[in-house]
Antibody, heavy 119, light 107 residues
Framework: QLQLQESGPGLVKPSETLSLTCTVS??????????WGWIRQPPGKGLEWIGS???????YYNPSLKSRVTISVDTSKNQFSLKLGSVTAADTAVYYC???????????WGQGTLVTVSS | EIVLTQSPGTLSLSPGERATLSCRAS???????LAWYQQKPGQAPRLLIY???SRATGIPDRFSGSGSGTDFTLTISRLEPEDFAVYYC????????FGGGTKVEIK
């Protein structure tokens, strides 16, 4: 049973880079055949997929965010991370990490972390 | 990008009633790649249905999914108090997109 936990700054300045980490417990991130993903939800709005990474290293990004997004895995810490560059107020959202053995949906979710973009 | 349109935006029903939620895609979606989630306030989404009609682990059998092509449906046969929430459909084609959600509220 996987458990996911997001961590990172709750406040980021405009034009800077948002960096979040998802710590995985319950299995090794390098041995399990899972897709590790990020989804966000602006306050009071719907869900937006940011992207995912396969344990083998392949990455998949939302075309609308691709130029600003990097998702990577740190097997030594059993974590995966999100970097979103050149943020604006429109990037203010609850950010969720999520996972599944399928690329097509997510069974396992973190609790989410609110990131506010403001000076 | 495949756009998913959910209707109605809000569904007002009483406990014990049947809920029928619609998800329409802007182009054909493989049934294998259509999922439904439930989200309650302050919580992460919970996977209910994957592959259009398969229930995820631990999901009660009052939840069922159906459909193909561009039209998909989530049905809750008899609403329990804990079922009042927002429901999202989601597809994976060459990218992953969510519908805008349907709120099921207590009438």
């Amino acid at each position: 049973q996987l458990q996911l936990q997001e961590s990172g700054p709750g406040l980021v300045k405009p034009s800077e880079t948002l960096s979040l980490t998802c710590t995985v417990s319950g299995d090794s991130i390098s041995s399990a055949s899972y897709y590790w993903g990020w989804i966000r939800q602006p306050p009071g709005k719907g869900l937006e997929w940011i992207g995912s990474i396969y344990y083998g290293g392949s990455t998949y990004y939302n075309p609308s965010l691709k130029s600003r997004v990097t998702i990577s895995v740190d097997t030594s810490k059993n974590q995966f991370s999100l970097k979103l560059g050149s943020v604006t107020a429109a990037d203010t959202a609850v950010y969720y990490c999520a996972s599944d053995s399928s690329i097509s949906w997510y069974f396992y979710w973190g609790q989410g972390t609110l990131v506010t973009v403001s000076s | 990008e495949i756009v998913l349109t959910q209707s109605p935006g809000t569904l007002s029903l009483s406990p014990g009633e049947r809920a029928t939620l619609s998800c329409r895609a802007s182009q054909s979606v493989s049934s294998s790649y259509l999922a439904w989630y439930q989200q309650k306030p302050g919580q992460a989404p919970r996977l209910l249905i994957y592959g259009a009609s398969s229930r995820a682990t631990g999901i009660p059998d009052r939840f069922s999914g159906s459909g193909s092509g561009t039209d998909f449906t989530l049905t809750i046969s008899r609403l329990e108090p804990e079922d009042f929430a927002v429901y999202y459909c989601q597809q994976y084609g060459n990218s992953l997109t969510f519908g805008g959600g349907t709120k099921v509220e207590i009438k």
